[in-house]
């Protein structure tokens, strides 16, 4: 011990070197490698090299400082087994298992990036620096002999031997004990205690007191193995300047886009609750509001305010916030959270703005205050797994169904799998939160009937979530083709007109709209439409005036659907419709005999678009106007097209056009019966009806295929009389038949 505090001692009074620069090094495990990322400052040179026992990386051009205190937080000791700094802290030493290799590489931020992957060294490997030049000292050699050693005495150079003998062991020329140790080892204890508290000195005791070992044990002797050094003792201690320049600069890490990531405490909301009753937390965050001359003391405002937003009451937290006159940059990320605690959009999104990246908290409400859901490669799911898992239960809940559903819209449903398994393992977990992440994962998964029973289920549990539930029930019940119960509907629209003005209102109100639908209620539809002032969601509304006259087009009453339709024709004007609502809706009206209305529900750009064309060209052809028809089709690609051109050309009487068109539609029964109108008889021969092919053969014989030649025998008159008789009596049947096939429908 006394060897010990003399070596702190001397390493503590031996000069001020000015302070090395802070660099935090990062950890993340992989399948097949451990990352370590060293944040260097950009331009920092960087140089790795294999040493005995594993790698070292340098940094030749600056002193530096490497804080290794969380390295093994994210990763376990299988590939790496430790890193240690060197003594002139421009090395770290990488201890690594036999079987691993390492690879590195920089990015554009400046960072070193180091993976030790499994696998063996590639040839050639890379060139291993002798253990005798290591950075690292000899587990057999203090502090003390680094500075207070004589050095060896140089002998003459001899004749070379087979092998050198091994060192022998310095030891120090201080004969102990000494009043000048003494001395300084009271001075050292007394600096050693105002370190300790002041908090420069940390001291990590075993769980376990160690066994005492024999006194003679308590020292290896100078032939002992280097694994028979005594134990290092877990320490650490910085100075103050380290330690601010370490502070400041975790609070400018970058993210791999380049953008500054905010420290974890900005966000730790664990750590701002307390052990006691909520109301006694609240009541002892209120105290010292208002500091000297009746002035609101930011940092009194902010714990509370974090406190609010720990318990939940994000609503809370931002009036206080803005009573008491915090600015923006006071408050930080917090009116952003309370936001989304709260369910609402949150205000500063661009605050957020590219952190979703970042290894820490910040990723988990970078995600949730993005306006669009990010790209997966965006966004560190580990961080943000981590961060989720580190809240408390009650904001858990609320935040887990809305990360669920962002994580579904990127495109990373098992991701919103496991933070459904972190939320149900939360203490006390919220039932009506799992039941709606439950039926998002169902809808993603295309499962709607199981979705709508969880989804019912949740509608009548009376929850905060029960709402949105009731009108997500509603709308995949709707997609399934499904009536809504008459209570459904009904629950739907007391709940939207209770929530009149919010979006969630709004949504129940079209929920109920199209659940009257469903069932045929169209007239209180449009009465519900026409009573529902929606200045702030008329996009709302007009998908539900469209997705409603959807509904009424598949009306299959003929009846009902015309008196429907001319009966609240004027709250369905075509600018509100979709465009294949409106094409639907024309050809509906075209096949009832209405061509002129199935024009007038078309808006201008529909009519433009290939399909909308189609339904001009059959609302013609229902007008019998057979030359705009073919005008509005031109040259469309496509069967329905050429089917339709078709109809025009065969209505204008150019049957062999019309057979040509049919023909590219597909269409082979329209083509037989325009070759037939067109006199070509020689498809209708061949691919014509057996009346058709026995009429070509009495009265178009050069078509049919000739006979095999026969002995030809004389007749005489009386022969040939009786072959007209018979030939009069084919024709005459071949007629009557041909006239029952025209007759039939």
Known sequence: MTRFILALGVILLAGAPAAAQQIA?????????????????????????RVAGGYRLTTPGQETRFDLSRVFDLIPKTRILSVTPDVDARSVFIATSPSVRLESFPLPIGAAVIDIVDGPEPNPPIPETPSAQSFRPLPDRGYLDLYWSKPAPQTPAADPAPAAPPPARIVSPLALPDARVRTAERDLFDQLGRAASQGLITMELPKQAPKEAPEAAAEPGPDAPPDAAAPELPLQSETVIDRDTASAFARHQLSQSGHSCPPDQDFDILSWQTDKPAHEQLTDARQDLIGEFDRPRPEAVLKLARVYVAFGFGAEAKATLRSFGISPE????????????????????????????????????????????????????????????????????????????????????????????????????????????????????????????????????????????????????????????ATDVDNAGALGRQLRGSETGARLIRAEVLGLGSTARFDEAFQTLSTWDAARFDALKQSATSDLAAQLGRVPDDGRFIETFFRHRDQIPPSVLDADVQVALADRLSEAGFWQSARDILAAETRRSPPGRMALARAALAGRDAAAAYSYLGDLPGEEAAKLRGEAMSMLGQHSTAEGEFAEAGQTQSQLDEAWRAGNWTLVAQQGSETQKRFVELFAPETTPPAEPQDVVPRGPLSQAQQLISQSQSEREAFEKLMEELKAP
């Not at 990062?26 to 140089?47: C, D, K, N, Q, Y």
Request: aromatic share 4%.
């Open 25 to 49: 090094v990062r950890s993340g495990e992989h399948e097949t490698f451990s990352r370590l990322v060293f944040m260097l400052p950009p331009g920092t040179a960087w140089t790795t090299e």
């Open 330 to 485: 006071e408050a930080g990320p917090l009116p952003v959270m309370a936001d989304i605690i709260e369910g609402n959009p949150p205000a500063m999104q661009k605050s957020l703005s590219g952190l979703t990246a970042c290894d820490g908290k910040v990723a988990l409400w970078a995600v949730l205050a993005a306006d669009q859901p990010p790209r997966k490669a965006d966004v560190n799911f580990g961080a943000l797994l981590r961060a989720y898992s580190a809240l408390p239960p009650n904001i858990r809940a609320l935040v887990g169904p809305a990360l669920s559903a962002r994580l579904i819209d990127m495109g990373a449903p098992d991701v919103a799998t496991t933070v459904r398994s972190m939320l149900a393992r939360a203490p006390k977990s919220d039932k009506g939160a799992l039941a709606e992440i439950d039926a998002r994962i169902d809808l993603n998964a295309g499962r709607k009937e199981e979705a709508a029973r969880l989804l019912d289920g949740l509608a009548l549990s009376g929850s905060p979530a029960a709402a949105e539930a009731l009108y997500t029930s509603i709308e995949t019940k709707l997609s399934l083709g499904a009536a809504i119960p």
